[in-house]
Nanobody, 115 residues
């Protein structure tokens, strides 16, 4: 069974940085898209960034130039380096793995940016 475990969230001041990690287990991840979504209180879950097995990336406009997504060589861990954080980046960040018609989600990690 596929499991995704996020880590690296926390409290940071505006302008600071955090690095999120998501480790996948229980399957073959070399084929599939991995990425990050986030959900702030009272808002819908939204795309932050995704990366394909071939390294093609896609970012939401609101994080371009500030966040960088990457994937390890074994394709089983995805990272999100977040810089120049803003209070509006405060949310629960969820890792996702998309393989064909199936999608899997982690439990989420809280990121709080203080002003």
């Amino acid at each position: 069974q596929v499991q995704l475990v996020e880590s690296g969230g926390g409290l940071v001041q505006a302008g600071g940085s955090l690095r999120l990690s998501c480790a996948a287990s229980g399957g073959i991840f070399s084929i599939g898209i991995m990425g990050w979504y986030r959900q702030a209180p009272g808002k819908q879950r939204e795309l932050v960034a995704v990366i394909s097995s071939g390294g093609i990336t896609n970012y939401a406009d609101f994080v371009k130039g500030r966040f960088t997504i990457s994937r390890d060589s074994a394709e089983s861990t995805v990272f999100l380096q977040m810089s120049s954080l803003k209070p509006e980046d405060t949310a629960v960040y969820y890792c996702t793995l998309i393989k064909g018609p199936a999608s899997y989600w982690g439990q989420g990690t809280q990121v709080t940016v203080s002003s």
